[in-house]
């Protein structure tokens, strides 16, 4: 049973059986924290079980309404059981919440304890107490069925753990189940706890939004500006980076270079576009994964992990935030200093706000764009990497062969450098060409400052499991400053 319901000083046997089924020795008390036993007796306080494992024990009742347990124990092991005394009778209480808020409510769970105030209970909601409903449904208000008349009572009414109240009640008369006396208890809603509220946050721009377009097509600008360096067209790029990939050989790259007239067999070999091939090349793939990241969902996605602070439990106002994608990019490999901390904090109504500053390089993020689309549209590569294709495109292997039968020997480009070891020349220097281009933006990184404002939902115990809302940023690049936004959403991270 859960409740042995006695009236005043009613005697009662407690039977207690013990498996498996021995001889035990048990001890019984009337321990206070279960509620105040008042004048309560047992006639024993210890007692050995027959063979079949059970032992009896006598309880006397209090001569006043309460609630208490009583409790067996043997060994480390222990049980109890809640006893309500009554008086001049019982009633049943019907619950009705007064809550103003907004949050989902889908089910009320009442309790109530004896002989104590709401003054006495903290915390919203305050634990329950040892008279319990079940359950019922939002729209009905729970009942509390056999409370002792004419005692103080402490009523508590929750909704899951995320909203709760308690109401003082001083006396009530002893009714029938069908007369329940009405208890109106204030609902409160349970601040939002940030420190159990997990995130995986998406951002996405919003339609109108041209200034990633317009940074993005002002980064290709100065990439493909950078990429031939101080060379004079890309013929002469690519011949001094293969040069500069020689190593110790560079003067004799530069010799063979001038004595076989090698810029002009490249120029043969690439034709009337050999001046720019390279950076026309590069271009086609900058604009490729401009047009990819315009038609990307997501602006950026990331993971919210909040920062709990050992000594001081409360100070929620910061997150670890894991960027792990921008613009479809895996966030390590697209430009972005992947990590950042946020400040963030949660209203009560329920509106959480954060903010963040996310620092890039203009220039590799361009690349890293046009890298994904150049190795998506290349059917049949083996390349893992944009200076890798960059090699197959301009056909590395076919000028390493025109290179190394330029001169009297047919076989060797220079010294003992073999059509191989040019070709590999080549492909290291147009490696080295792209890698240029990611530099153009130097060792300043372009930041973006964030703000996000969007309505939570919360779940049982009132931590966050989604928010959607807006964000606004500003984007300082170069000395100059311009604003972005869109929409933000946030749900709780997957289970791996």
């Known amino acids: ?25 048990l001890r019984f008390a009337l321990p ?16 050995d079980t027959g063979p079949d494992g059970i032992a009896t024990v006598q309880l006397t009742a209090p001569s006043a309404p309460t609630t208490f347990d009583v409790r067996a124990s043997s060994g480390g092991r222990s049980a109890t059981l ?11 209480l019907q619950v009705q919440p ?37 359950p019922a449904a939002a729209v009905a208000a729970p009942q509390l069925s056999n409370v002792p008349a004419g005692t103080r009572l402490a009523v508590t009414l929750r909704s899951g753990h995320f909203v709760g109240g308690c109401a003082s009640v001083e006396k009530v ?15 409160l809603d349970r601040p ?10 998406s951002f996405s721009a919003d339609a109108a939004d041209t200034t990633w377009t317009t940074l993005l097509e002002r980064s290709a600008s100065a990439t493909l500006q950078a990429l031939p360096g101080t060379s004079t067209d890309d013929v002469d790029a690519l011949l001094d980076a293969m040069r500069e990939a020689s190593g110790d050989s560079r003067q004799l790259f530069e010799t063979t270079r001038k004595a076989e007239n090698w810029d002009n067999l490249v120029r043969l070999q690439w034709g009337a576009s050999a001046a720019t091939k390279l950076r026309d090349i590069c271009a086609g793939w900058l604009a490729a994964g401009r047009q990819k990241f315009a038609a990307s969902d997501h602006l950026f996605t990331g993971a919210l992990a909040p920062i709990v602070q050992p000594d001081d439990p409360l100070d929620q106002r910061h997150a670890d935030f894991t960027l792990l994608s921008a613009g479809g990019l895996d966030g390590a490999q697209s430009g972005f200093v992947d990590r950042a901390q946020v400040s963030w904090s949660a209203s009560a109504d329920d509106t959480l706000v954060l903010a963040t500053d996310l620092y890039f390089v203009e220039s590799r993020f361009a690349e890293a764009l046009g890298e994904a689309a150049a190795l998506i549209a290349q059917e049949g590569t083996e390349a893992t990497s944009a200076g890798a294709l960059l090699g197959e495109v301009l056909d590395c292997p076919a000028l390493g062969d025109a ?42 990184p372009a930041r973006l400052s964030i703000t996000a404002t969007g309505a939570a939902r919360v779940g049982d115990a009132a931590e966050v499991v989604g928010v959607s809302g807006t964000w606004l940023g500003e984007l300082s690049a170069d000395g100059t400053s311009e604003t972005t936004s869109g929409v933000v959403t946030g749900v709780v991270p997957a289970t791996p």
């Open 98 to 134: 007064l809550y103003a808020g907004f949050r989902t409510i889908t089910t009320w769970v009442a309790s109530a304890y004896t002989e104590k105030s709401c003054a006495e209970l903290s915390g919203i909601p305050p634990a329950d107490g040892p008279l319990q409903t079940l």
């Open 173 to 187: 008369a002893p009714g029938p189940v069908d007369q329940p006396v009405v208890v109106q208890v204030t609902v």
């Open 82 to 92: 809640a006893v309500a005394v009554k008086d001049t009778g019982f009633a049943t």
């Open 32 to 47: 206070t924290a279960g509620g105040d036993p008042l004048d309560a007796v047992l006639d024993q306080a210890e007692a």
């Open 403 to 444: 290179l190394a039968g330029a001169g009297a020997d047919t076989d060797l480009g220079y010294a003992d450098c073999d059509a191989g070891c040019v070709t590999d020349l080549c492909q290291k220097a147009a490696a080295s060409i792209w890698q240029r281009g990611g530099d153009a933006g130097g060792l300043t």
């Open 192 to 201: 939002i706890d940030l420190g159990s509220s997990p995130l995986s946050v």
């Open 1 to 25: 049973e859960a409740v042995r319901v006695l009236v005043a000083r009613e005697q009662t046997t407690l039977k207690v059986r013990a498996l498996p089924a021995k001889v035990y020795h």
